[in-house]
Each structure stands twice: as C-alpha cells, then as structure tokens.
C-alpha cells in the first residue's frame, strides 16, 4: 500500500525490476553461448514483444525455460512500468493544477496584505522579515525556479512578469496595502510603480532603487518610498511595512534624524529589529534580551504586534513574537544574528538562559 501511495517510489521499483530481468536473462543466454550482443537483442526482443524472429534456434530445454520466464517476467514488468509511468505522469500534472489553484485561492482570501517583487536576496530578506513580523505576503517571482524557492519556504508566490498588469491583479493588488518592488532593474520597478499606483491609488509603495537618480524618477511614478539597498537594506523594508508609525518617527523626524547621525558618529546603530515567531529571544524579558548581548545594545523602545507603543520600558518586560523591538548600540549585525538565532539555551557569562 505504501507504494501505491508514492507513483514515484512505485516507477522505480519497478525500473529496478525490469533491470534485475533484463539482467538475468542476459547472463542466462550468454551461458548457453551466445555471444553479449546476440543476448541482448534476443531480450530486447522479448521483453517488448516485437517478435521479429530469434537470432539462435530456441531448441534446448534450457533455452525454452529462458525464453519462457523472460517473456512472463520481462512482458509483466513492461505492462506495469507502462501503468505507473502514466499514473507518475498524470499524478505530476495533477498537482501542479491543484497546487496552483490551491495558491490563487489563498491569494484570492488575502486582504490587506503586501506584495513583493523579485525575490532576490533582498527579497529573500524581506520575506523572511515579513514572515517573522506576522504580516501576510505574496511574493511575484518571474523565474520558476525561485518561486519554487519560496513555495519550498512556506510563502505564497506567483510565476508572473509584475510588469504586467495582470499579474499584479492575480496577487490582489486591489486588496493590498503595500507593494514592495525589489528588483535589481530600476527600469522595470519604475514601471511597476506605475503600473501599482493606477491599479490601486491608495497602496503604498516602497521601491527599490540602484542608482542615485533614479530615486526622483521613482517617487513621480508613484512611489510612496524609494531604498537604496546600498545604504539602507531589505531591513528597513520590512520595517517601514510592519512599524510605519515607529518609522517615521525614527527615520523622518528631523530631531531624529540629527540624533541618529551623531549615534553614527559615535560609532552606535539605531536598528527596528523584529522578534521571529520562535527564536532565541522570544518571550524574554528585556534584561534577559540586553544580558545575552553583552552590553552590546539596549533596547529604547518596543512597539507591540497589535500597534501598541512603549517607550523606555521596564526590564521585567517580556516580547513576544512579532513585536519591534528599538535598539541602540554597537555592531547591530550582531544585535540581528541574536534575534535570527533559533530558540536554544544561550549562555551569558555564568548564566544560561
């Protein structure tokens, strides 16, 4: 039953079988004298019943018990590597039919979500951001390839050309809230964006831009934000999409904006870090998050999955999956790596959490 459970499993026992017939029945005529050429042919010729006539008169009894069990054997094994090649192949396109109409149900549910654009290593990163941060997503990826990458991921994705309009309409861009464009060709994020903002007037769009100048282009077709990976990376995608308010109030107050230019200068990063549903530091307190990095960091602020702000808090106060968490020190790539660990027990000088 299992193997009639799996067409896969199912087609290459069987190929293995024909293999050990095809095999026996050669080494048994090569006994009686024939040469490897001669036996190999008078296989071919059994097993797929051409019957074109024997290359050597059949007239031992050895050579008719040969004859016999190839033909049983070898005329079986062809019949049911016949039946399971169809029911491997039809399977195949079965599932892909019912894995992509399974997708566009999922999408077509979806409201409120975002969209990404390429799926790239900044949309690797952005993804794997989002899906820490709880948002809902789909990822448009031109190349099949990758949009298997991220169906293999768990993420919902769409083969398609989001320069076309239409495949924007399939990831319901009616319905999203936000569309990030991450692709490596200014060109076609520039067309994209204009392509989202008629679609969909009230959507945010934050795009990804390679050069300097083409940062104006960008906002004139529609872009409510442009990144310059160079300079801000997938990071702070993810963060103008899952903590806008928390954002602005960081990156776009001018106060802010001097404060976080003389940390720069003192050699200290201000990063919005986001908790994973099950990582090292989900569910720990402050003072256990600041302990495990060293003084490395410490933590300004905590903005709650459900919207909720908290400034300066207590160090008795425990984050959860999905919160931003504000930080403030050194070597934020270490701060990252601490919030991307898997959940283990970590060890801080002589405690281990």
């Known amino acids: 039953m299992e193997l009639l459970g799996s067409p896969a499993r199912t087609l290459i026992s069987i190929l293995a079988f024909m293999a050990v017939v095809v095999l026996l029945a050669t080494a048994a005529y090569m006994h009686a004298g024939w040469s490897l050429s001669d036996a190999t042919y008078m296989v071919a010729l059994t097993v797929y019943t051409v019957g074109y ?29 016949t039946g399971a090649l169809v029911q491997f192949l039809t399977i195949t396109q079965l599932q892909q039919i019912l894995g992509v109409k399974r997708v566009k149900a999922e ?79 200014d060109a076609a994020n520039v067309f994209i964006a204009l392509s989202a903002r008629s679609l969909n007037p009230k959507i945010e769009i934050i ?28 990071e702070r995608i993810a963060e103008l999409i899952l903590f806008p308010e928390t954002s602005r109030l960081l990156r776009d107050s001018p106060k802010m904006a001097d404060l976080e230019r003389t940390l720069r200068n003192c050699g200290l990063d201000m990063e919005v870090l986001t908790v994973p549903p099950k990582g090292a530091v989900t569910g720990r307190s402050i003072a256990e998050i600041e302990t495990l990095g060293q003084g490395k960091f410490f933590i300004l602020q905590v903005e709650r999955k459900d919207g909720g702000h908290i400034n300066t808090p207590e160090r008795a106060l425990r984050v959860h999956a999905g919160d931003g968490v504000v930080i403030v020190g050194r070597q934020s790539e270490e701060a990252r790596a601490l919030f991307d660990a898997p959940a283990k027990k970590l060890r801080a000088g002589r405690t281990t959490y």
């Open 207 to 234: 795009a990804r831009g390679e050069l300097p100048s083409t940062e104006g282009k960008l906002l004139q077709a529609g872009a409510n934000r442009v990144v310059m990976p160079t300079h801000i990376g997938a």
């Open 53 to 81: 006539g024997e290359v050597h008169p059949i007239n031992t009894p050895y050579l008719h018990n040969v004859t016999m069990a190839t033909m049983i054997l070898g005329c079986t094994g062809m019949i049911l590597f």
């Open 107 to 185: 999408i077509d549910r979806l409201e409120n979500h975002v969209i990404v654009v390429g799926f790239g290593r900044i949309g690797l990163m952005l993804a794997k951001g989002l899906s820490a941060g709880g948002a809902k997503f789909v990822v448009i990826e031109q190349n099949e390839k990758r949009a298997a990458e991220v169906r293999a991921m768990g993420y919902l994705s769409l083969v398609g050309d989001a320069t076309d309009e239409a495949a924007l309409a399939d990831a319901g861009i009616a319905r999203a809230r936000t569309l990030a464009t991450v692709l490596p060709n």
